[in-house]
Nanobody, 120 residues
Framework: QVQLVESGGGLVQPGGSLRLSCAAS????????MNWYRQAPGKQRDLIAH???????NYADSVTGRFTISRDNVKNTLYLQMNNLKPEDTAVYYC??????????????WGHGTQVTVSS
């Protein structure tokens, strides 16, 4: 059974920084692309950052230039470095990954989320 566990959320002032982590555990054969999503109260869950298994990255316009997605394939961990945070970045942040958990067992897994609040 594969689990994704996010950490690193919290309360930060506008202009501050946070680094989120997402650790994958369990029976893992391979991890393909991984993503960070966020969901603000009353809004849909939006994709904000994507990293392919070759390290190629893509970002939503709202976070481009401020957020950086990265991964450590040895530790099976995904990161999101968030700089120059704004109140509109307040949301629950979720990691998501396409993971091979066994022979011909390829599934999309989600973490349970970590709260990020940007406020003075």
């Amino acid at each position: 059974q594969v689990q994704l566990v996010e950490s690193g959320g919290g309360l930060v002032q506008p202009g501050g920084s946070l680094r989120l982590s997402c650790a994958a555990s369990g029976t893992i054969f391979s991890i393909y692309h991984m993503n960070w999503y966020r969901q603000a109260p009353g809004k849909q869950r939006d994709l904000i950052a994507h990293i392919a298994d070759d390290g190629t990255t893509n970002y939503a316009d709202s976070v481009t230039g401020r957020f950086t997605i990265s991964r450590d394939n040895v530790k099976n961990t995904l990161y999101l470095q968030m700089n120059n945070l704004k109140p509109e970045d307040t949301a629950v942040y979720y990691c998501n990954g396409l993971i091979e958990a066994g022979p011909r067992v390829l599934k999309n897994y989600w973490g349970h989320g970590t709260q990020v609040t940007v406020s003075s």
